[in-house]
């Protein structure tokens, strides 16, 4: 099955910084990457996610971008701010068929300091 | 409703007992999934439905853990004989089709076993 890797566990920035947060996959296979951003004591919210027909990806502050060969994704958040602060999934799943369970890597805690 | 139902929010339960945990999709969503996640760790799959085909539980721990969906809609998660180590938050989401990954988290059941 697939597995899905985040390292660091720990990330640690200065407000305005940019910070990259990478994740790697095992299944060639997979094709939908989300990356969600959980607060303390709150629900994960999806934030991006892209697909595996585009290298990139942006939304204001954050972006991803996907490397098919060498099987990983990186979610780059650009000025940072306090409230980015937050743990941040990334996943990874085959979106074939009736299949669509999401494999979540462990998570990395983003620190932002003020 | 406007978002992923779930209820209780915090459930303490004795060693031993069986518990049961809710989750109310949006209304049209017809993938459903559910996630557990223990403090500090990432996000464990558990169980998938996708309308009326047959559930994915390759992730539910052991045959303690059961879930049904009843009218394609509420869902509901049974732990029998609770054990210490299923204490966990349990995430419910849901998302308009199978494919493309996961829509909207609900807050969560908090389980403790005492």
């Known amino acids: 099955g697939e597995n899905v890797e985040q390292h660091p566990s720990t990330l640690s920035v200065q407000e305005g910084d940019s910070a990259v947060i990478k994740c790697t996959y095992s299944?060639?296979?997979?094709?939908?990457f989300p990356w969600y951003k959980q607060e303390l004591g709150k629900r994960p919210q999806l934030i991006i996610d892209i697909r595996s027909n585009v290298g990139e990806k942006k939304d204001q502050r954050i972006a991803v971008t996907l490397n098919k060969t060498a099987k990983h994704f990186s979610l780059h958040i650009t000025e940072t701010q306090p409230e980015d602060s937050a743990v941040y999934f990334c996943a990874a799943n085959c979106n074939t068929g009736a299949n669509s369970k999401l494999t979540f890597g462990k998570g990395i805690t983003l620190s932002v300091r003020p | 409703g406007a978002g992923v139902s779930q209820s209780p929010s915090n459930k303490v339960t004795e060693k031993g007992k069986d518990v049961e945990l809710r989750c109310d999709p949006i209304s049209g969503h017809t993938a459903l999934y559910w996630y557990r996640q223990s403090l500090g760790q990432g996000l464990e799959f558990l169980i998938y439905?996708?309308?009326?085909?047959?559930?994915?539980k390759s992730g539910l721990p052991s045959d303690r853990f059961s879930a049904e969906r009843t009218g394609g809609s509420v869902s509901t998660l049974t732990i029998q004989r609770t054990q210490q180590e299923d204490s966990a938050v349990y995430l419910c989401a849901s998302s308009l089709a199978g494919g493309g990954g996961l829509g909207t988290f609900g807050s969560g059941t908090r389980l403790t076993v005492v």
């Open positions: 299944d060639s296979a997979s094709n939908y």
């Open positions: 439905f996708q309308g009326n085909s047959a559930p994915d």
